[in-house]
């Protein structure tokens, strides 16, 4: 068992890693848990010694296996809690992330077995992010950023890069979600703006930050 603290440092490490593949420095995981580098590093000694991350001072820190079984087990957790929370509860996808944040610690692998099998064993979570498997086994979908997209092509939605509520509000207030369906309409060269069509025809001009937040079908 590890602690909610030790946990969160996990996770933080696995995702400023990108999902493990490269060292992360002190200053950035201090950054992502909103505290002092200090911190960070009597963190990170503590880890090193329970051996769930590579830490040598001055030269960044990455996770072990073990390290990284258990920031997929934390993420798998949050992940299925999402879907439950939006499917069964009816919690908007902009809610769920704090709440998900909570729960995401519960120890019980029966518990995670049982709420996998309820929710059918879901491989997406409402923004669109692969859930692990028991196993630690993750299944991308194949996309690219609206950004990437040129004029006249066009796909749907599979997820977005961001998750926070303003951002998933604003995408409400858009009529836009999982599922629907864009095309890009014209690519303005003074901002770098988006003018799309949805597949209601309805016309929306997607500032440049936008369209780098979302995910399309490739």
């Known amino acids: 068992m590890h ?16 999902n493990g593949t490269q060292e992360v420095n002190t200053n ?10 200090a911190s960070v590093t009597d963190m990170l000694r503590k880890l090193n010694t329970k051996s769930l991350v590579h830490y ?25 809690w999402e879907v439950f929370l939006v499917e069964k509860l009816k919690f908007n996808w902009d809610e769920v992330h ?29 923004h669109g992010d692969p859930i692990p498997s028991e196993n630690g086994e993750i299944k991308q979908k194949k996309q690219r950023l609206l950004a990437e997209m ?18 998933l ?29 949805l597949e209601d025809d309805r016309n929306l001009l997607l500032s440049s930050e936008v369209t780098k937040n979302i995910f399309l079908s490739a």
């Open 3 to 18: 602690s909610f603290t030790e946990e969160n440092y996990i996770k933080a490490i696995y995702k400023l890693s990108a």
């Open 28 to 37: 950035a995981i201090a950054e992502a848990m909103d505290t002092k580098a």
């Open 56 to 80: 040598i001072k001055y030269r960044g820190v990455s996770l072990t296996k073990e390290g990284e079984r258990v920031a997929l087990q934390v993420i798998r957790k949050h992940r299925l």
């Open 98 to 126: 704090e709440v998900a944040e909570e729960l995401e610690h519960i120890g019980s692998p029966l518990l995670t077995q049982r709420l996998d099998e309820f929710l059918g064993h879901p491989r997406f979570d409402p």
């Open 150 to 167: 040129d004029v006249n092509e066009d796909g749907v939605v599979v997820g977005v890069n961001d998750s926070q509520p303003l951002f």
């Open 169 to 197: 509000q604003y995408l409400d207030k858009m009529g836009i979600s999982l599922g629907s369906r864009i095309k890009v309409i014209d690519r303005i060269a003074y901002d770098n703006s988006f003018e799309i069509i």
